[in-house]
């Protein structure tokens, strides 16, 4: 399965603003970053999305949705929320997993799914498909075989 992973756009905690969890949504370079995505994710054939529900990565959807017309199903899940205060790596390994060996099991291996994220579980997600650690970028999008 090719497997889109994309880092949520620039929020105002990712500038350095202090903001409460519920109100650090995407900044206008966020937003910026969010529409570049959609257009370069508006090619392709998608058989699902996954979206962390936290509101920067809404947002980063609702961007990606706004230029497209198929009915893919979308998943909100806690899966791909951001990693904890208090959740270790271990712990955070772990819900990567599960989530990575649910996808296998719910998906073919001619499917693309996208998965909008944040930075530790994207890239948690890189190191365990493979097996090294990269650097993600807010609004970055990469491409993978699971």
């Not at 949504?25 to 994710?41: H, M, P, R």
């Not at 920067?56 to 961007?63: A, H, K, N, P, S």
């Amino acid at each position: 399965m090719k497997l889109i992973l994309i880092r949520h756009g620039e929020s105002a905690r990712n500038r350095g603003l202090p903001v409460d969890s519920e109100e650090n949504n995407l900044t206008a370079k966020g937003v910026q970053q969010a529409i570049e995505v959609a257009a370069k994710l508006a090619p392709m054939n998608i058989d699902a999305i996954y979206c962390s529900n936290a509101p920067r990565c809404v947002q980063t959807l609702d961007e990606i949705l706004r230029i497209r017309e198929d009915n893919m199903p979308i998943h909100l899940t806690s899966l791909v929320g951001p990693k904890l205060k208090k959740e270790n790596y271990e712990k955070l390994k772990s819900r990567m997993e599960l989530f990575l060996d649910d996808l296998k099991y719910d998906h073919k291996e001619n499917e693309t799914v996208v998965v909008i994220s944040h930075l530790k579980p994207i890239s948690m997600a890189l190191f365990l498909i493979k097996g090294k650690q990269e650097v993600v970028t807010n609004g970055d999008l990469l491409e993978v075989v699971l």
